[in-house]
């Protein structure tokens, strides 16, 4: 199992920038894939971003290609979503997630229920 507790968010002015973070803990992350969805009031829960952890392969929802960063620091167990450009319709409480299913290397899981752990959320608010 693996606990996972996401941090950074907050009110931010469009145009700016915010840092998230999803520190994990209770087993190692070598074979794992983490993710970032996103879900806004009244609407389902969305895929942003994911990294494989040991190749470290990206991918990126094209609503934030180009905008969002998606990256892991090893030693500290921890995943980030670096945001910039961010807009009013980035709002949401953003989660990060987990996928430690045994899968092929090359991998990337892009779908909310390839993710068995999942984060307490942070709410992110960009007012226009």
């Known amino acids: 199992q693996v606990q996972l507790v996401e941090s950074g968010g907050g009110l931010v002015q469009a145009g700016g920038s915010l840092r998230l973070s999803c520190a994990a803990s209770?087993?190692?992350?070598?074979?794992?894939?983490m993710g970032w969805f996103r879900q806004a009031p009244g609407k389902e829960r969305e895929f942003v971003a994911t990294?494989?952890?040991?190749?470290?392969?990206?991918y990126y929802a094209d609503s934030v290609k180009g905008r969002f960063t998606i990256s892991r620091d090893s030693p500290k167990n921890t995943m980030y979503l670096q945001m910039i450009s961010l807009k009013p319709e980035d709002t949401a409480v953003y989660y990060c997630?987990?996928?430690?299913?045994?899968?092929?290397?090359?991998?990337?899981?892009?779908?909310?229920?390839?993710?068995?752990?999942w984060g307490q959320g942070t709410q992110v608010t960009v007012s226009s």
């Open positions: 209770g087993r190692s992350l070598s074979t794992v894939r």
């Open positions: 997630a987990a996928d430690l299913r045994l899968r092929a290397s090359s991998w990337l899981s892009t779908l909310e229920n390839e993710y068995d752990y």
């Open positions: 990294v494989s952890w040991s190749a470290g392969r990206i």
